[in-house]
């Protein structure tokens, strides 16, 4: 037999027939929510740190991409020494470029428009490597190759 109180006309059960069910689904559920929270914060802080490598390796290639772009843009070149041009700066990041003299080739027939006969315009090969510094020490090679034209030899 099963003992009830009426209170105001409401029926209170025993406290010996609460167990705390209703205590423990709640720490459950709290438990829960904690862990997939954490788990949440872990995983955009990650994400975070991806965006940030990503971001820094971009700027370390658009970096190297200005430095081809200085070496190329130069009015004059040299076949004697190497070139070498360190740390210039290129918004967050910095370059440095080495553009070297490879060989130089005849061209054939090419002149003929400038009213020069054949063999009197040279092309001079060039190859230029820039390496892009990023942040969090992102890195970026590029080699670029191009030739200018120029007098020939005798």
Same mark, same amino acid.
């Given at each position: 037999?099963?003992?009830?109180?009426?209170?105001?006309?409401?029926?209170?059960?025993?406290?010996?027939?609460?167990?705390?069910?209703?205590?423990?689904?709640?720490?459950?559920?709290?438990?829960?929510?904690?862990?997939?929270?954490?788990?949440?914060?872990?995983?955009?802080?990650?994400?975070?740190?991806?965006? =940030?490598?990503?971001?820094? %390796?971009?700027?370390? *290639?658009?970096?190297?991409? $200005? #430095?081809?772009?200085?070496?190329?843009? &130069?009015?004059?070149?040299?076949?004697?020494?190497?070139?070498?041009?360190?740390?210039?700066?290129?918004?967050?990041?910095?370059?440095?470029?080495?553009?070297?003299?490879?060989?130089?080739?005849?061209?054939?027939?090419?002149?003929?428009?400038?009213?020069? =006969?054949?063999?009197?315009? %040279?092309?001079?090969? *060039?190859?230029?490597?820039? $390496? #892009?510094?990023?942040?969090?020490?992102? &890195?970026?090679?590029?080699?670029?190759?191009?030739?200018?034209?120029?007098?020939?030899?005798?």
């Amino acid at each position: 037999m099963t003992e009830s109180f009426h209170s105001r006309g409401r029926t209170v059960a025993p406290r010996s027939r609460q167990t705390g069910a209703a205590l423990f689904v709640g720490l459950i559920l709290l438990l829960v929510m904690t862990i997939l929270g954490v788990s949440g914060m872990s995983t955009s802080t990650l994400e975070l740190v991806m965006a =940030g490598n990503a971001q820094a %390796q971009q700027q370390a *290639f658009q970096a190297a991409e $200005t #430095g081809i772009d200085i070496a190329i843009s &130069r009015t004059s070149f040299t076949t004697s020494e190497p070139m070498l041009l360190q740390e210039i700066p290129v918004g967050d990041a910095t370059v440095d470029i080495e553009m070297t003299f490879q060989q130089s080739t005849g061209v054939p027939d090419a002149a003929f428009s400038l009213g020069v =006969g054949t063999g009197t315009v %040279q092309a001079f090969h *060039f190859d230029v490597v820039a $390496t #892009g510094h990023g942040p969090r020490d992102a &890195r970026s090679t590029h080699r670029q190759s191009f030739y200018v034209l120029g007098p020939g030899g005798p």
